[in-house]
Structures are given as C-alpha cells and as structure tokens.
C-alpha cells in the first residue's frame, strides 16, 4: 500500500452522516430548480454520492482548508451537484447558487474555470479525461502526491477523446488518476445499452487499455471507498459506478425527460415529500 492511500484510509467513512448530506443536496438542487426554467437535475442527481465522497472523503485537506488533491467534473452537465457542494463549503455563497443561470450571476449550466472550486470548464463531453491525464502526468513531473480525480459520464466513453486519454494514461502510467465513470445508463435521452450495445462490457475494457478497473454501486458510498483503498497501484484506476439518473425521486428515476427540465410546483412538493420521507 502507497503511503497516499495509507493517508485515505485514515479518513473515516460515516455513512449515515453521507445520507443526510446527499438527501440535503438534493432537496437544495430541488430548490433551485423552482427559481429557472430548466436545469440538469437527474444528471447531478445520478452522481450526487459520487461527488460527496470526494470532497467529504477522499480528497485530502490542506491546513487552510482548501484541497490538496484537484477534482474535474468532466460531465459539465452535472455541476449542480459541485455547486451545492461547494455551497456548503463556503467556497460559494447563497447568493452565487440564487443566481443560477440568471443574467450577471456567476454559475451557469457547466462548470467555469474562473469560478472559485472548480479546477476547469467543462461541457463539451469528452475533453475531461485528457486534461485530468494532463494534470496528474504534471504532477507525476514534480514528483508531489497529489490525486487527480475525474467524474466522467458513461455517454462521454462514446468519445474517442476519451479513449485515447485513457490509453496515454496507461502509458504514462499515471497511478495518481483515479476516475468515476456514472453509469446511468444514458447518453441525453436514450439508454447506452439500446443504441451502444457495443459498449459493454465496461470493466474488461478498461483492463485491456492498462487501466485498473472495477464495478460498484454508485449510491453506496461505503462500496466507493473500500473500491478506492483496495486499489493495487501502478496504474490508473476507473470505477464503473452503476447509479440511477434521477436517483431519489420516484418519477425522475430514469425518465428521459428529466435529463433538462425544472419540475412544476406540484412535481417539486411531490419530490420534496419524497426527500423527507426517504430512509436514513
């Protein structure tokens, strides 16, 4: 065992704690979506405890608070989830997230680089992976122990951009990477399986392109974390997560249409009964 992942163990996982605050995410994205006409909300809600863990788990502090290791949301689409994240944090106000996709606010519908937390832009699929390899093969450079973690859309492994990043990082031998591809099974509007049966399966070819590779439960953060300390090293890793797009209310679960639209008054009462009532 590397004496970075001796240093993540060290980070304790409470589980129960990671409920609440991903329930919390959820009912505040919820709450945004009432202030614009339309926002991605199953997209943050399929990675939400794929983003919690990070920043609640395994990326590792400084002593003034900020991160030590670096974090891309390469799904742009699925920013809400960092924005609330970072809300919570302190790193953007009330206000910030109020503003959302309104004229003069700061955070609009993919992540900005010149936002305060977020470590590039992303949206436009597929470029995520190739500058998460670019920033840990610089870090491998100046011999530091930094992490690079990447969340990735299964949609975004129909780029070929993709592909080729994850084979210069094999090359490179980048064992300081280490991404989340959420796999809801849908790429916008139509299920990966029915138009890319191709695809499948996922694990053994991330193997074959010299990345270490494993299958869990997305929602189960306690699966994520024993995934990442079980991590043999020498190599990139890629966790295929299986979530559920819209995960937490019943009629987002998988229901295309909630890919970009804010619910309506009586679907946002109806989501919040089902956050409330949802189990801890």
Request: hydrophobic share 40%; aromatic share 8%; charged share 25%.
């Amino acid at each position: 065992m590397d004496a970075t992942i001796a240093t993540l163990r060290r980070n304790s996982l409470d589980v129960a704690a990671a409920r609440r605050r991903c329930l919390g995410y959820r009912r505040r994205i919820l709450d945004i979506s009432q202030q614009v006409g339309a926002l991605h909300i199953a997209p943050a809600f399929s990675c939400t405890e794929i983003t919690d863990i990070l920043y609640n788990n395994l990326m590792r502090r400084e002593t003034d608070g900020g991160y030590r290791d670096v974090f891309l949301m390469s799904k742009g689409h699925g920013c809400m989830i960092q924005y609330v994240i970072l809300e919570e944090q302190g790193v953007l106000s009330r206000s910030d997230l109020d503003a959302y996709c309104k004229p003069n606010g700061r955070l609009g519908a993919h992540p900005d680089y010149e936002t305060p937390g977020i470590a590039a832009s992303t949206g436009s699929l597929g470029h995520g992976l190739g500058m998460a390899t670019g920033q840990a093969y610089a870090e491998k450079l100046k011999n530091s122990d930094v992490l690079i973690y990447c969340v990735l859309s299964d949609g975004e492994f129909q780029e070929g951009s993709t592909w080729e990043a994850m084979m210069m990082a094999a090359n490179l031998k980048l064992d300081n990477l280490i991404a989340f591809m959420d796999f809801n099974d849908f790429g916008g509007l139509e299920r990966m399986s029915d138009g890319h049966p191709a695809f499948y399966p996922l694990v053994p070819k991330a193997e074959s392109f010299g990345w270490e590779a494993v299958e869990v439960d997305g929602h189960d953060e306690a699966a994520m974390h024993e995934a990442v300390m079980a991590r043999r090293g020498g190599r990139p890793m890629l966790l295929v997560c299986r979530t559920v797009k819209g995960k937490g209310i019943s009629f987002m679960e998988n229901v295309p249409i909630w890919h970009y639209r804010s619910p309506n008054k009586e679907e946002y009462i109806q989501g919040l009964k089902e956050l409330a009532s949802a189990p801890l």
